[in-house]
């Protein structure tokens, strides 16, 4: 008899063994699985999120190209592009890239304060338009998501040249220049005039 409880006791303590290694080995494999899907998860995130960085990257490039070609094409508003014969050229927005992502280039004018530097109110800078490049994606189909990048194109091209200030500046000895006072900012602001 006592050797039969024995064993009885020696087979409990065996499938409570047994129960609570599996339950353990359980919980364990669960978490593992749950931080390599979330790990998973993550990766294609951070791939979505790089492709959108790309292609807002790609924007503020075509604009630059447009620019080059000629700064009269930054209209403001907003754009979608399209590249017909390897010449970049605005579209209506949102733009469709890849049949999953929406690009959509917004140009605005810019203003400049009393010292100079680009603020929200001020004096309009006709030669300077700021560019942002907006790229909006849907996560799993569900869940929106965008980035934006911001850059700011000068008219390299411009006609007229703006100095700080116009004791600095002299008439000079060349044939048909003239420096004249132009508005502010800043104060005390010069130009040269070509006469074409």
Known sequence: MKLA???????GFSVIETLLAITIFAIISVG???ISMDVLQ?????EL????????????EAMRNIRDRNYLLLTNGDHGLNKENGV????????????????????????RDENGNI?????????????????????????????SLTKYLSNWAAYDFIESNCDEFGDGSFNATISEEIPS????NCGIKLEI
Do not use: C
């Open 185 to 188: 900012p800043p104060e005390n």
């Open 119 to 147: 603020a929200e109110i001020g004096t309009y800078d006709p030669n300077t338009k700021k560019i942002v490049s907006k790229i909006e994606w849907k996560d799993k189909g569900l869940f929106s998501r965008d980035l």
């Open 42 to 46: 993550r990766d294609a995130r951070m």
């Open 88 to 111: 970049w050229e605005r579209i209506p927005a949102p733009e469709v890239v890849d049949d999953f992502y929406h690009r959509t280039i917004v140009v605005s004018d810019v203003f």
């Open 49 to 60: 999120q790089n492709t959108a960085l790309a292609y807002a990257q790609e924007g503020l």
């Open 5 to 11: 409880q024995l064993i009885t006791k020696q087979k």
């Open 32 to 34: 593992v699985f749950n």
